[in-house]
């Protein structure tokens, strides 16, 4: 029976990462606008190209006359004309106003199909004065239409196509919270009993912990680098993920150290007590109270209130418990082996 649940839960881990995987690398990314040219505009009738990211939100068939375009300055709408259209781009002809709320205007793209796009900060007219937009230059905004994306991905302004990096980023770092509990159990469990099994325990659950913990600040790095422009920033939470990742090293430096001393279980214990406390306040309570550029920290929305769509709480959830189990089945292979080397070392 115990055999028959371990190939269950372990068959499904792989099912549920390779469904991950595919999901993962194969569905499309909902249409969003990344681009205005040109994006700094002048009193005069100007010719201006919107281009799009993700699945097309057009067909070659679709006419201009079914997309409306509209710029907002301030609270108030600029009129376009529609003048062609491709399944990722769309050309407007613009009367720009000599007068306007703001400078800068956002673009709103209307589409039969895909909903609305929106692009901030779309253009920058340089010479229009202050003051609202002129009444024949002014717009009404269309009535919004229903989107049909079928099973795509959110698209969000800065991660774009990174969004992908969700799957495997942030389930690493739930796997290694899981693991590293588990050892901390183990240590507790070793304090009050003085066992080498829990002691054995709390050492494969860190050395699989640490492998979570490394992977999880190389794709964090990566993503870092493709959304903040660089490799590393001065985040707290990276810092504390480093910090936290530098801790537990220290308890593998420890017990190397003290090599065959008596004392090495417990002191090893109370170093991993210790190293997950502080894994607690590095990457749990210091970064809700701090500034901080990853989602739901200092009035950033998280995650799950608008970019964890239905499509992505499919995959990301299999992703989690993915990602949990196959870190589970490695440390029960890390545990195997430190009971053999622990038999053949008292024979």
Known sequence: MKGSWNWFWK?????????????????????GLVSATPSQ???????????????????????????????RSGDQLIRTDVVAITPHSVRIQI????????????AYLFTPASGTLFLGNACFVE??????????FSASAPDPQEPDLGFSFPYQPNIMES????????PM???????????????????????????????????????????????GSLWARWTWGAWWVSDPQLNGALVTVLLYSGYLVLRS???????????AAVYNVFAFVMLVILLMVLPRYTESLHPGKDGNPGFNSYDLDNSLRAVFYPAVIGWGALCYWMYTLRLRMNRCAHHLLSR
């Open 11 to 31: 068959g499904g881990s792989v099912l549920l990462l390779t469904y991950v995987v595919v999901r993962g690398f194969c569905t499309p990314l909902q249409p």
């Open 41 to 71: 505009l002048s009193v005069a009738p100007q010719v201006v190209d919107l281009v799009a990211v993700g699945q097309p939100f057009a067909t070659s068939e679709d006419l201009p006359a079914s997309f409306d375009v509209v710029l």
């Open 95 to 106: 009367d720009v106003p000599p007068t306007m709320p703001s400078r800068a205007l956002d």
């Open 127 to 136: 010479d229009a004065a202050k003051g609202d937009v002129p009444p024949e």
């Open 163 to 170: 969004i992908r990096n969700l799957l495997w980023h942030v």
């Open 173 to 219: 770092w739930f796997a290694m919270f899981f693991i590293m509990g588990l050892g901390f159990v183990a240590s507790l469990a070793q304090l009050r009993t003085d066992s080498i099994g829990w002691d054995m325990r709390a050492e494969a659950a860190v050395k699989t912990g640490l492998v979570f913990g490394l992977l999880g600040l190389a794709t």
């Open 257 to 267: 150290a003290m090599g065959d001393d008596d004392r090495v279980g417990r002191l």
